[in-house]
């Protein structure tokens, strides 16, 4: 293997996305060749290659101008041990910065995080369900709607001040994707909550779920998963720990988990009151 020191790091774009694949997939993770397109394009993604074979990767995408979200530090097996995930990321931050950066690590990588300044916000398990769950009525006076692309800039506005995050770009190619997965609770002309899903190698991944009240949240994912086919996967807050009882008494299994973190100051991020499910740490 060459020097660590003497590789070339290098910008990638939308064209690399099947390069990618392989990546995340040796990794054992859900994102398809479309996740990465998408990522590419949104992002500003650094790698590196040998001979043509990417054998690393880590993405920064902007969530607003404040805030750069870090995902897809990947290091292919036999490149592993040296720090070239550490040197892809050291980027990620120099490209965030002066915004803050936040990510999802796993347990492994949480221990690189912690030393280069990230600090722990809240933790989220990765639900497993192997079947759709059964129908869950919202509350009285709420009505749940598919989201139509008319919709989808006051959802933008409504989730920024829930999530503190901007992700407009993220929630519209979600609907655009996946329209089938994509619902909306409303009071009235009042929106109180959205559910939207995505396509994924291994299983239909349900969220973001966002929303004013648990069996708001409930409802939606129910609804979400009766438009499409098991196995689900849901990142769910674990601090919802009602929704979270739901998903077990739906059979769901959580075999790992993330940890929210940021570095620097991110206004709203910590705040996780009606946040019930993320995109997949790849997309906040």
Same mark, same amino acid.
């Given at each position: 293997?060459?020097?660590?020191?003497?590789?070339?790091?290098?910008?990638?774009?939308?064209?690399?996305?099947?390069?990618?694949?392989?990546?995340?997939?040796?990794?054992?993770?859900?994102?398809?060749?479309?996740?990465?397109?998408?990522?590419?394009?949104?992002?500003?993604?650094?790698?590196?290659?040998?001979?043509?074979?990417?054998?690393?990767?880590?993405?920064?995408?902007?969530?607003?101008?404040?805030?750069?979200?870090?995902?897809?530090?990947?290091?292919?097996?036999?490149?592993?041990?040296?720090?070239?995930?550490?040197?892809?990321?050291? $980027?990620?931050?120099?490209?965030? %910065? =002066?915004?803050? +950066?936040?990510?999802? &690590?796993?347990?492994?990588? !949480? /221990? #690189?995080?912690?030393?280069?300044?990230?600090?722990?916000?809240?933790?989220?398990? $990765?639900?497993?369900?192997?079947? %759709? =769950?059964?129908? +869950?009525?919202?509350? &009285?006076?709420?009505?749940? !709607? /598919? #989201?139509?692309?008319?919709?989808?800039?006051?959802?933008?506005?409504?989730?920024?001040?829930?999530?503190?995050?901007?992700?407009?770009?993220?929630?519209?190619?979600?609907?655009?994707?996946?329209?089938?997965?994509?619902?909306?609770?409303?009071?009235?002309?009042?929106?109180?909550?959205?559910?939207?899903?995505?396509?994924?190698?291994?299983?239909?991944?349900?969220?973001?779920?966002?929303?004013?009240?648990?069996?708001?949240?409930?409802?939606?994912?129910?609804?979400?998963?009766?438009?499409?086919?098991?196995?689900?996967?849901?990142?769910?807050?674990?601090?919802?720990?009602?929704?979270?009882?739901?998903?077990?008494?739906?059979?769901?299994?959580?075999?790992?988990?993330?940890?929210?973190?940021?570095?620097?100051?991110?206004?709203?991020?910590?705040?996780?009151?009606?946040?019930?499910?993320?995109?997949?740490?790849?997309?906040?």
């Amino acid at each position: 293997m060459a020097s660590i020191e003497a590789v070339d790091i290098v910008r990638l774009g939308a064209s690399d996305a099947a390069r990618a694949l392989p990546l995340s997939v040796e990794a054992g993770w859900n994102q398809t060749v479309d996740d990465w397109r998408f990522l590419l394009e949104h992002g500003t993604t650094f790698g590196v290659a040998k001979h043509d074979r990417l054998v690393a990767t880590a993405l920064a995408s902007p969530l607003g101008s404040a805030l750069n979200w870090i995902s897809m530090v990947l290091v292919t097996r036999d490149w592993r041990g040296h720090g070239l995930g550490t040197r892809l990321l050291k $980027r990620c931050i120099e490209q965030a %910065s =002066p915004s803050a +950066a936040g990510l999802d &690590a796993t347990e492994l990588g !949480r /221990p #690189i995080y912690l030393p280069l300044g990230f600090r722990d916000l809240y933790r989220i398990s $990765r639900y497993r369900l192997e079947r %759709s =769950p059964a129908p +869950a009525a919202p509350p &009285a006076g709420i009505e749940l !709607r /598919p #989201i139509q692309p008319a919709d989808m800039q006051a959802i933008a506005a409504w989730d920024s001040e829930r999530s503190g995050m901007q992700r407009a770009p993220i929630l519209n190619h979600l609907q655009a994707r996946m329209p089938h997965l994509a619902w909306a609770a409303w009071r009235g002309d009042q929106l109180v909550g959205y559910c939207l899903g995505r396509d994924g190698r291994l299983a239909t991944q349900i969220g973001p779920v966002v929303a004013d009240d648990a069996t708001v949240a409930i409802a939606l994912t129910a609804c979400a998963m009766t438009s499409a086919s098991a196995p689900f996967f849901v990142d769910a807050v674990d601090g919802q720990s009602e929704y979270c009882r739901w998903l077990e008494h739906n059979g769901a299994v959580a075999p790992r988990f993330f940890i929210r973190m940021v570095l620097g100051d991110a206004p709203g991020l910590d705040k996780a009151a009606s946040i019930y499910a993320i995109g997949g740490p790849e997309l906040g």
